[in-house]
């Protein structure tokens, strides 16, 4: 036993994790980059807990959270237990909810889910964050963008990520939509089919 660990101490844990943890966010989408022409889905539908999920995104996100001095809320569904991609649905989370801390200074980010119909589940993340330019809309997706007075591209802020994210969206027969409002800030949402998981 070494000693308790003092606030201070606390505050610089949690920036060498948010650090360690937005390194190994980049190389995991680097890695789901080279798969580009490879099967996105490694996995097979199997059940899972929705809560299940929420919760280890919390604990993923959180030390960034305390870092940038905002709230983090999660509202998961009502039902629990659902069939489908349980590790792509928790990577599209991540790469959404980081960026939303990211792109926040103040206020909060909220991870929601709620049924939206027979087997269906609207997922959405949203923050307070300043709203994305009009110009940054047309190429948000793209996950490198051209550099500005020098030759050569360089990696978007946000785009690698989003970009994964569709593509795992995409390859559960889905897509990723959003909204931004200067004062408002940005919500990303998408619709997943499914199923009950009850008498598996």
């Known amino acids: 036993y070494s000693g308790d660990v003092s606030d201070t101490q606390k505050d610089q844990l949690s920036l060498i ?15 789901d980059l080279a798969k580009e022409r490879a099967q996105m889905l490694e996995e097979s539908e199997g059940p899972f807990s929705i809560h299940g999920v929420f919760e280890e995104l919390r604990q993923m996100v959180e030390p960034m959270v305390v870092v940038k001095g905002i709230d983090l809320k999660m509202k998961p569904p009502l039902h629990e237990r659902v069939i489908g991609h349980r590790l792509a649905l928790f990577r599209v989370l991540l790469n959404l909810t980081t960026n939303g801390i990211k792109f926040t200074d103040e206020g909060f980010v909220e991870v929601k889910a709620k049924t939206s119909g027979r087997d269906r589940v609207e997922f959405s993340v949203r923050d307070t964050g300043r709203a994305i330019a009009p110009e940054a809309q047309e190429t948000l997706y793209e996950p490198f963008k051209k550099a500005r007075d020098r ?8 785009g690698l990520g989003l970009s994964i994210a569709r593509r795992y969206l995409r390859s559960m027969g889905s897509d990723l939509s959003f909204e931004t409002k200067p004062g408002w800030g940005t919500r990303f949402h998408f619709d997943l089919r499914l199923a009950s998981a009850e008498g598996y």
């Open 17 to 31: 994790w948010s650090a360690a943890f937005g390194m190994m966010s980049v190389f995991s989408d680097l890695m």
């Open 151 to 158: 030759r050569g591209y360089f990696f978007s802020g946000s």
